[in-house]
């Protein structure tokens, strides 16, 4: 095997290999802020080390991994997600009194199992990055014990892994005892009549359907969400489900799948599973209080939109589908930046720990005007405003269900999107509302840094979409 074709695997060697120096560095000296400023370096690096490599020429590495410009750019993903993820950690981690190395440890170990997801082409690769995935994150739940349901949270996200992980283990079984391989591109167009298959990749589907929080394997979502670490629960709702889709997406655009997906019996009960996620989503984020739990039932949603893109059939709409599940991710993933981000400044001006009720961000418009600007621009890019990357994410998945005739799906997203007004809009009313209570609101440079950068991606995005697209039509 040549060098050039083991250097498309450079970003998940470079976490790995942040991994073992971190351990070396905690067995060494134990400093916070060493591990963190380490963690971050590891994460600025492999960021670039990724986007140098895109563009490659797709290699197999091995029959497990096989890295294209579509699993470099999901990688890259999750590689600024993560590096947010443990900028967030810093500043949340700075008034609580546990040991904090292990944490970014646990992160980095997140990161590179959702790496190997990303580049999974073989069940056999991609079950260890679901596991590594699972556990490093069952971790960063109950990593907090002093906190109120931590241990809860914890144990609930255990179980609901394991359980999801039986199903897909179940479900690979089956498909495996009809075709004799492990391997993706070994599922045979003529496989998809045998009952087994089918019922194996339905199993399958329930398995990551729990990792999506797709209804009806939600249960969980809110729950953790809320009792989950500020920068954990950003984790979950970005680099988790982030990996998990793109997983999905490249095992079912195999021919293979798409022979299954086209069936009517599996092609139904998909669309019912994302017309169920889009419409309860919504409808249970109504009336919630704690923005954790609102945000958790919007994922619900997000993902019943995204199932948009696994539905299509023609050769031409899976290219435009590839590119709009990235396009759509990385839309998600900054709106969640800034307002996680705003979580944890919010916790640390209030000290009200992880129970954020809309009400704690009431009348940051007249104290941080321009915070609870990039808030809107964030928020208004989740419910698909003109102008936000939310909008050119959404207007993506429309023309793909208009050209494959995907009406019901087309249906349940706009009515989707009309329900999700009735939580985001309150959001943005609570900014602009007179706030009673006297507190801080400290701004430093790093603060103001990172908020000019998320403000002017999301506007960015919006206004000059191209400036994503045009690479992403490339590959």
Same mark, same amino acid.
């Given at each position: ?13 470079? /976490?790995?290999?942040? !991994?073992?120096?971190?351990?070396? =560095?905690? +067995? ?37 991994? @096989? ?19 443990? @900028?967030?950690?810093?500043?949340? =981690? ?9 944490? @970014?440890?646990? #992160? ?9 997801? *990303? ?5 056999? +690769? ?8 699972? /556990? ?39 498909? @495996? ?47 953790? $969400? ?5 920068? *954990?629960?950003? &984790?979950?709702?970005?680099? +988790? ?18 022979? =299954? ?44 939109? =995204?199932?948009? &893109? ?6 031409? +709409? ?15 993933? /900054?709106? %969640? ?36 600007? *990039? ?20 207007? $993506? ?5 208009? %050209?494959?005739?995907?009406?019901? #799906? ?25 706030? !009673? ?11 103001? #840094? ?10 960015? &995005? ?10 992403? #039509?490339?590959?």
């Amino acid at each position: 095997m040549s060098l050039n074709t083991w250097l498309l695997l450079t970003p998940q060697l470079l /976490i790995a290999l942040g !991994v073992v120096c971190c351990l070396l =560095l905690i +067995s060494w000296q134990r400093s916070q802020q060493l591990i963190a400023w380490f963690t971050l370096m590891v994460m600025l690096v492999t960021i670039v080390a990724t986007v140098s490599l895109i563009g490659q020429t797709a290699v197999h590495i091995t029959e497990l991994i @096989y890295v294209d410009s579509f699993s470099l750019v999901a990688f890259l993903w999750v590689l600024l997600a993560g590096f947010a993820a443990v @900028y967030m950690s810093k500043a949340y =981690l700075h008034s609580h009194l546990e040991v904090h190395d292990e944490f @970014y440890l646990l #992160l980095l170990l997140t990161v590179l199992g959702a790496g190997v997801l *990303v580049a999974s082409d073989h069940f056999a +690769s991609l079950f260890l990055g679901f596991e590594l995935l699972s /556990i490093s994150l069952v971790g960063l739940t109950g990593y907090f014990r002093h906190q109120r349901h931590a241990i809860e949270v914890s144990f609930k996200y255990l179980i609901l892994s394991a359980s999801a992980s039986s199903f897909m283990l179940l479900g690979i079984a089956f498909l @495996y005892s009809q075709t004799g391989s492990l391997s993706f591109v070994q599922i045979q167009p003529e496989n998809a009549d045998n009952m087994i298959a089918q019922m194996g990749f339905l199993l399958f589907i329930a398995g990551i359907g729990f990792k999506l929080s797709l209804v009806p394997f939600h249960f969980w979502t809110p729950d953790v $969400y809320q009792g989950s670490p500020t920068p *954990v629960t950003f &984790v979950l709702a970005t680099i +988790s489900k982030s990996a998990m889709f793109i997983a999905l997406a490249k095992c079912i655009y195999v021919e293979g799948f798409q022979t =299954l997906v086209a069936l009517p019996s599996i092609h139904h009960a998909l669309s019912a599973l994302a017309i169920i996620s889009m419409i309860v989503g919504n409808c249970l984020a109504l009336g919630q209080n704690n923005i954790k739990r609102i945000l958790a039932f919007s994922s619900i949603a997000h993902m019943g939109y =995204l199932m948009i &893109v696994l539905l299509v059939h023609q050769q031409q +709409s899976i290219l435009l589908a590839r590119q709009a599940v990235l396009f759509y991710l990385f839309a998600y993933l /900054i709106a %969640n930046i800034a307002i996680f981000g705003m979580l944890v400044l919010i916790e640390r001006d209030r000290n009200v720990g992880n129970n954020i009720e809309l009400a704690h961000w009431k009348g940051m418009f007249w104290h941080s005007p321009y915070k609870a600007f *990039v808030l809107i621009v964030a928020v208004l890019s989740l419910i698909g405003i003109p102008l936000t990357g939310g909008f050119i994410g959404k207007f $993506y998945l429309m023309i793909l269900a208009a %050209n494959n005739a995907l009406w019901p #799906l087309l249906i349940a997203l706009i009515v989707g999107s009309g329900i999700a007004l009735g939580y985001y809009l309150p959001m943005i009313f609570q900014l602009f509302k007179q706030d !009673v209570v006297k507190i801080s609101h400290i701004t430093t440079w790093r603060t103001r #840094l990172w908020l000019s950068v998320i403000f002017l991606l999301s506007i960015g &995005v919006g206004i000059m979409p191209d400036v994503i697209i045009t690479p992403l #039509l490339n590959f």
